[in-house]
């Protein structure tokens, strides 16, 4: 699909800055929360004047342009100044996942060679220390709560304002602008060297398309609340898309329920960005509140209603009447639960899935649907405004070409397409491919419209012993999507069936217990209660119901311990890591398959729970 803007040819990102400050300096670019929990607004130009002095503080520590600076912090404005300040000083960021381990975050400083790191506490500052032996190259280490920006304001107070107008005139597009690593899902995590080129193709053509969002048609300009990590391509894409747009930017350091609806209620955004699993606790949640006033089935007609709604683009009236009817009742307190004046929702990650999607578009909030990879500097699809399609991740962004392989797997190609992975020991990027295009390893067909759907990762197929491909994230996408369901793992290679390691969800299983009078119940005793054992079967059905018999959950089991990032199961943007699952679970796989499990699914019918 051809772009809508035309490539930048001169500058950096860190040009964005001093640009919104000279075009519209007291346009409110951020809001910050006082002691008081008051939110106040930074200006553009005083956004300028915090990204310069602390870009003199860099250099004035004797930072040099193409240098790395790690950044390991929660999602604050502190970080988003730091950035822009390290490219107005000619570096390179590096970010740091806060919830890292002292491994993971040694591998990436080591890597890629970080001169410097800022971390946001002294937790996080011990955790670093503790391996500066095995870290030659990082000479400066600060603390955001001990007062770092304040520190590199003061030591760059001796430095000429001309040094950093200097270093940013050595910036050029296709300069290096940060390296994002892999989750490392699969192995060690890969750095994906993007440029500030990179960037711009991505954002530019997304605010483009994504016009009604960036910049609004009514009384309330566009404001966001961000909430995601910005160590995440994700979050720190629409994060620059901000800037570049002008769109007023609030954070929201804790994902937390309380503190977040709290955030949220405060800030009042216009858009958010999302991973399904925050839709899925809004609904959830939603669900659960209408139970407990025994109003659970009220509220099922509602969303039946809504997901009819948002599946048809010309609503018939009584339609339309029943969907106004249930408005004050239902819809508005989902949108009230995002702060009130949510319109819309870009979400990634992982798929929605057509239930949300349906649900949240009759409810008032349109989600635009996007795929892409840190290797893509976010989407390379996303939902077309006011032409989507469920169960697909949208067109190609313009600008980006996308195929598909004889074996299924999508490839792209495009100005936001990534330089390479990180060589450290040439301390360049290394390039992926010699025709710019890019396997991402994951499968996908396009339909007559352009329209892409991924059916799961290339390495994650499932091939049983009968010989049947089977695409485990269909199933494990809407599995997840149940109240109860925290995690699922699909599993069944070069075995005689499918099968499902499952967890329970902490808050889902609070309200199902509540519900039900078995508070009493030890966690070891409930992941074998017949009744719950049978709501998860329904699920598990009704998951079924999307693939042939040949590919269905034929049996799974529910455990009692979690898979979380602390016990090495997920990575910090929640993907399964299959290998430490299935490794750490073996007992438990093999028991689904052991001596006459075969012969007992037969007898039940050719599906059976069990409990762990």
Sequence with gaps: MPPLVPLVRRGSLADLPYDNARQDPEAPLFSRKDA???????????????????????????????????????????????????????LVTVPVYPTSSAFQTRWILQDSGAAACVVEDPEQARLVSAERRQLPGLAHLWVLDAGAVDQLRRAGSRVADEAVTARRGLLTPETLATLIYTSGTTGRPKGCALTHANFFAEVDNAVRLLHPVFVSESKEPAATLL?????????????VGCVRARVRVGHAPSVEGDELLTDLAGFRPTFLLAIPYVLEKVFNTARATAERGGKAAAFDRAARIARRYGQQATPSLPLRAARALYDPLVYRRIRNALGGRVKYVICGGSPLGARLAEFFAGAGVEVFEGYGLTETTAASTVTPPQRPRTGTVGWPLPGTAV???????????GGHVFA???????????????DGWFPTGDLGSLDADGYLRITGRKKDIIITSAGKNVAPAPLEDWLRAHPLVAQCLVLGDDRPYVSALVTLDHEGL????????????ALWELARDA????????AVDDANRLVSRAESIRAFRVLTAEFSETSGHLTPSLKLK??????????????????????????SGGSGPNGS
């Design 227 to 239: 909430f995601l990590p910005l160590s995440h391509v994700f979050g720190r894409m629409v994060s």
């Design 531 to 538: 009744e719950l054992l049978a709501a998860i079967q329904r």
């Design 420 to 434: 390479g992975y990180w060589d450290a020991q040439r301390g360049v990027a290394l390039p992926y491919t010699d």
């Design 36 to 90: 008081d929990g008051q939110w106040y607004d930074v200006t553009a130009a005083r956004f300028a004047a915090d990204v310069h002095a602390v870009a003199k503080g860099l250099i004035a520590h004797g930072l040099r342009p193409g240098d790395r600076l790690a950044l390991m912090a929660r999602t604050t404005y502190e970080w988003t100044l730091v950035d822009f300040a390290a490219w107005a000083a000619g």
């Design 403 to 413: 195929r598909i392989a004889d074996d299924g797997e999508v490839w792209l190609k």
């Design 578 to 603: 299959r290998r430490a699952v299935l490794r750490d679970f073996a007992r438990e796989i093999e028991e689904m398959y052991g001596p006459g499990a075969e012969q007992a699914l037969r007898r």
């Design 510 to 521: 609070t309200h199902w217990r509540r519900m039900r009078h078995k508070d009493h119940l």
